[in-house]
């Protein structure tokens, strides 16, 4: 090689470097500037392919118009979030000021605790000693307990926040699936493209599995856990259980990691059997065992469609989901590694076939 081509060399390699890091510093770029809306976009993604059979029979009752059902359908999810995420919070408020004012205007009374509180195990001889000074002076107990109540009070708020957080951002999931639901034809066709692009001949399958997956645990997993969260929400609404939505919301979480709503609902009926009456305690324990254990005939009802990911499986994706992105990357998690278990399951199963040299071989 002489020096011309060495120099030419030089060049196209130092070209191809610079070339290289500006690609590379606009794609490390480009995904910290989108990564806060991966997790929105994943759910977005999920939501529209599970119910897109739904939407088409809704569009095809509506004379074909698409996109009317897609409008009304990312609405109606979008106004079943916002509108008891509001409620909540306003009572919520008016609670806390409402606390605040009988403070104020020493109108709060707190009764003097029960007999059987000291003989609680642990915790029983300090719980009624501060219950009784609470009871007898207000005042003094909550200056007491005034540095524990900051750090009570910033932790619900911190609470606050994200809770409104996770609804904005489901809010932005639901908007992007009605978007991708209103075009979905030319969505099949570009998804279509990206998996040929990656998987040649065997995109159609991939599609076709992938697909399955996705609504079989949106049915079977995420969806029996949001049945077990409504039917649990019912029963505790029906005995009177106070913040019956939180522990409704506990349910739902204990249901898509694959816990039993039990570990819940058990607590709360024999805490129900202290202020009620006997019959409707008794309903509701009924109720509570019904609840946890339903999922064992919905599941393969709504699974059963040719998906076969463990639970095991659905466990680890919602949980490390959470620990990733909260709440949505509860139900991102579960999707997505059941996703890929399916298409790698798939793929190890698949029959190998023959190599044209190998028939030359055996033929010979």
């Known amino acids: 090689m002489d020096s011309t081509d060495s120099k030419i060399f030089e060049k196209n390699a130092i070209e191809t470097v610079i070339k290289i890091a500006i690609l590379g510093t606009m794609v490390v770029a480009t995904l910290r500037i989108i990564q806060p809306f991966i997790m929105p976009v994943l759910w977005g993604i999920i939501i529209a392919v599970a119910v897109e059979p739904l939407i088409d029979k809704i569009a095809r009752q509506l004379g074909g118009r698409r996109k009317v059902a897609a409008i009304l359908f990312s609405l109606v999810v979008i106004g079943a979030m916002v509108i008891p995420s509001v409620l909540l919070v306003s009572s919520s408020v008016n609670h806390a000021q409402s606390i605040s004012k009988s403070i104020e205007n020493d109108m709060l009374t707190v009764p003097p605790p029960p007999a059987g509180v000291k003989d609680w195990p642990i915790i029983g001889t300090s719980f009624?000693?501060?219950?009784?000074?609470?009871?007898?002076?207000?005042?003094?107990?909550?200056?007491?307990?005034?540095?524990?109540?900051?750090?009570?009070?910033?932790?619900?708020?911190?609470?606050?926040?994200?809770?409104?957080?996770?609804?904005?951002?489901?809010?932005?999931?639901?908007?992007?699936?009605?978007?991708?639901?209103a075009t979905a034809e030319k969505g099949i066709i570009v998804m279509n493209k990206i998996v040929t692009r990656f998987a040649g001949d065997r995109a159609a399958d991939i599609t076709s599995l992938g697909t399955?997956?996705?609504?079989?645990?949106?049915?079977?997993?995420?969806?029996?856990?949001?049945?077990?969260?409504?039917?649990?929400?019912?029963?505790?609404?029906?005995?009177?259980?106070?913040?019956?939505?939180?522990?409704?919301?506990?349910?739902?979480?204990?249901?898509?990691?694959?816990?039993?709503?039990?570990?819940?609902?058990?607590?709360?009926?024999?805490?129900?059997?202290?202020?009620?009456?006997?019959?409707?305690?008794?309903?509701?324990?009924?109720?509570?065992?019904?609840?946890?254990?339903?999922?064992?005939?919905?599941?393969?009802?709504?699974?059963?469609?040719?998906?076969?990911?463990?639970?095991?499986?659905?466990?680890?994706?919602?949980?490390?989901?959470?620990?990733?992105?909260?709440?949505?990357?509860?139900?991102?998690?579960?999707?997505?590694?059941?996703?890929?278990?399916?298409?790698?399951?798939?793929?190890?199963?698949?029959?190998?076939?023959?190599?044209?040299?190998?028939?030359?071989?055996?033929?010979?």
Request: proline share 5%; hydrophobic share 60%; with cysteine.
């Open 128 to 181: 009624h000693k501060a219950w009784s000074l609470a009871s007898t002076n207000l005042e003094a107990a909550l200056k007491k307990v005034k540095p524990q109540l900051k750090t009570v009070a910033f932790a619900m708020l911190g609470k606050l926040g994200g809770g409104v957080k996770v609804v904005f951002m489901f809010i932005i999931s639901v908007a992007i699936a009605g978007a991708l639901l």
């Open 212 to 364: 399955a997956t996705i609504r079989g645990v949106m049915q079977g997993v995420i969806g029996v856990a949001f049945i077990q969260a409504t039917l649990a929400v019912i029963g505790m609404l029906l005995v009177g259980v106070p913040a019956a939505g939180l522990w409704a919301g506990m349910v739902l979480i204990l249901a898509i990691i694959q816990l039993p709503p039990i570990l819940v609902l058990g607590p709360i009926a024999a805490w129900v059997f202290n202020f009620a009456e006997t019959t409707p305690a008794v309903l509701f324990l009924i109720w509570a065992i019904l609840v946890s254990g339903c999922d064992s005939f919905l599941k393969p009802i709504l699974m059963g469609r040719g998906v076969d990911a463990p639970m095991l499986v659905i466990l680890v994706g919602a949980l490390g989901g959470m620990m990733l992105s909260g709440i949505i990357g509860l139900f991102v998690g579960a999707v997505v590694v059941a996703i890929t278990y399916t298409l790698f399951m798939s793929w190890i199963e698949e029959e190998q076939l023959p190599s044209p040299a190998a028939d030359t071989v055996r033929n010979s």
